[in-house]
């Protein structure tokens, strides 16, 4: 599922709307999960799961085709964990 996928399904299951209008409200709604991620704060979604921002630390790694020994600069990673919920929805 795309960006627009998701604009045409705002679009038919909200009334009152234009297209237009639904797609500035998924770019609203994308804008202020990206904000809320980049300063590093958890976002929990209800029945959905939750989104959160994790540092993961420096690292040593090894260069596949040479076995040379590189460092892995630490670095921030997004993880989600989806609810009960969800998981239930998808396994019945």
Do not use: C
Not at 20 to 27: D, G, P, S, T
Not at 31 to 46: A, F, H, Q, V
């Amino acid at each position: 599922m795309t960006k627009a996928d998701i604009i045409d399904k705002v679009y038919e299951q909200v009334g009152g709307f234009s297209k237009k209008e639904a797609a500035e409200i998924v770019e609203a709604v994308f804008d202020t999960i990206k904000e809320t991620l980049e300063r590093g704060e958890k976002i929990k979604i209800s029945g959905f799961g939750n989104f959160l921002v994790r540092q993961k630390r420096s690292r040593v790694g090894r260069n596949p085709q040479t076995g040379e020994e590189i460092t892995i600069s630490s670095r921030r990673v997004l993880t989600f964990k989806p609810s009960q919920v969800l998981k239930s929805a998808l396994n019945s």
